[in-house]
């Protein structure tokens, strides 16, 4: 006769909601979203945060995450949910988590449910501003691809899934594509920098399939190939609608928008929050500069949360 499984335990109730955001820099831009999810976990238990987990057979932390950026790409706004069943101030959630987790996740921001009435899904993050640079492609060739992309109804593409080739419309996901104005004057640089607002869609288009859209819309004789791989950024997400300027926006009145592409965009998340949680993008849009622009990095890096977790560990 088989003895009777006594019940297991209620799970402690959910007693606060933080929205998190955060940076996947350097090396980590390479992990998949599965590995960042690991990485995660295994700092918020490292760091000692009392959340919640689910009920059932095999209990799992209650943290759920937004769309992720694409595997090979860096981004300084990632956004998660965490539950905790005690409470905790968000900046204490910030230092201690931001020690726990390895070189190239950086925290950035935490918001209380307070400041981000609804979670994740109160974000809005409808659409994301990326950051591309192609070394080794001359502007002009740059400039006339872009021309001929935007004047373009549709641009399909395709690309290589696990269930075989998916052919998809780039230009659709697309609201805004322009060139760096420096990078584009500075013959010399070697490099060119395109900055995109584009649609969260599904399927959802990728900045390497707006790349390889560029080179369709440019033709066979174009030489938009890089000379190393392209170094790509999201530097913002958040809702469309809002007002944006700069070349990109003419010829798109009609097209809802994010705010303005560049370095003093401002992410979702500091627009909607109370005025004392507001903050830029990035630790080089704090300071005015272009994230590539930093010595020593190609996406922005900056030492502050760096900082943080040296003093976390110090105390």
């Known amino acids: 006769m088989t003895r009777p499984v006594p019940p297991a335990p209620a799970p402690a109730p959910v007693a606060q909601r933080l929205v998190i955001r955060y940076a996947k820099r350097g090396k980590m831009r390479f992990a998949s979203q599965r590995d960042i999810a690991r990485v995660i976990e295994r700092g918020v ?20 995450y937004a769309g992720g950026a694409p595997t090979g790409t860096a981004s300084e706004a990632e956004y998660l949910e965490i539950a905790l069943t005690g409470a905790a101030s968000a900046p204490d959630v910030r230092d201690r988590l931001d020690a726990a987790l390895p070189d190239g996740i950086d925290v950035i921001e935490v918001l209380e449910l307070a400041d981000a009435p609804g979670g994740i ?113 999201r530097l913002a997400q958040g809702p469309i609608g809002m007002q944006a300027h700069g070349a990109a926006a003419k010829g798109l009145q009609s097209e809802p928008r994010l705010p303005a592409l560049g370095a003093a965009a ?36 900056c030492p502050d949360a760096r900082s943080r977790a040296i003093r976390q560990r110090i105390r």
């Open 121 to 233: 899904s109160a974000l809005r993050l409808e659409a994301s501003q990326w950051h591309v640079v192609l070394p080794g492609v001359a502007p002009g060739e740059a400039a006339r691809a872009v021309q001929a992309f935007l004047a373009a109804d549709s641009v399909v593409v395709e690309r290589l899934t696990s269930k075989g080739i998916r052919r998809l419309d780039a230009r659709a996901g697309v609201v805004a594509l322009e060139l760096d104005r420096r990078a584009a004057r500075d013959e010399d640089a070697g490099r060119v920098i395109i900055r995109m607002v584009v649609r969260h869609l599904t399927p959802a288009v990728r900045p390497n399939d707006i790349l390889a859209a560029l080179r369709t819309a440019a033709g066979p004789k174009a030489s938009l190939a890089p000379s190393s791989p392209p170094l790509v950024t």
């Open 45 to 64: 238990r490292k760091a000692g945060l009392p959340v919640a987990f689910s009920a059932g057979f095999s209990p799992h932390p209650k943290i759920s």
């Open 266 to 301: 401002v992410g979702h998340a500091a627009a909607t929050a109370a005025p004392a949680a507001r903050t830029n993008i990035s630790c080089a849009a704090r300071k005015g500069r272009d994230p590539a622009s930093v010595p020593g990095s190609t996406t922005g890096d």
